[in-house]
């Protein structure tokens, strides 16, 4: 083997970081088809509807963006982790 080929192994640990990671990212897909039917335009209701659909959306976002963020800086930290120890 030449020393271009040595890899180093990622430890399983790590593995599992990323993978909760994602997993925390995909629980969003559901909540977030619910913006996409309220900004698709489609739906016409009264205008007291739709503030009460927009005050919902406004805090699901607000929600997602914050844990969005952190989950963001958690894979980030995971990766720069992996990088430190060597070759992936």
């Known amino acids: 083997m030449s020393k271009e080929q040595n890899l180093k192994a990622v430890p399983?640990?790590?593995?599992?970081?990323?993978?909760?990671e994602l997993?925390?990212?995909?629980?969003?897909?559901?909540?977030?088809?619910?913006?996409?039917?309220f900004f698709d335009g489609k739906v016409t209701r009264s205008k007291k509807d739709m503030r009460m659909r927009y005050y919902s959306c406004q805090q699901l976002y607000q929600v997602f963006s914050g844990d969005f963020e952190g989950v963001l800086k958690e894979s980030e930290e995971i990766v720069a982790r992996m990088v430190q120890r060597g070759k992936i």
């Open 12 to 20: 399983y640990q790590d593995i599992l970081d990323v993978r909760s």
């Open 23 to 37: 997993i925390k990212l995909r629980s969003w897909q559901k909540s977030l088809v619910y913006l996409d039917e």
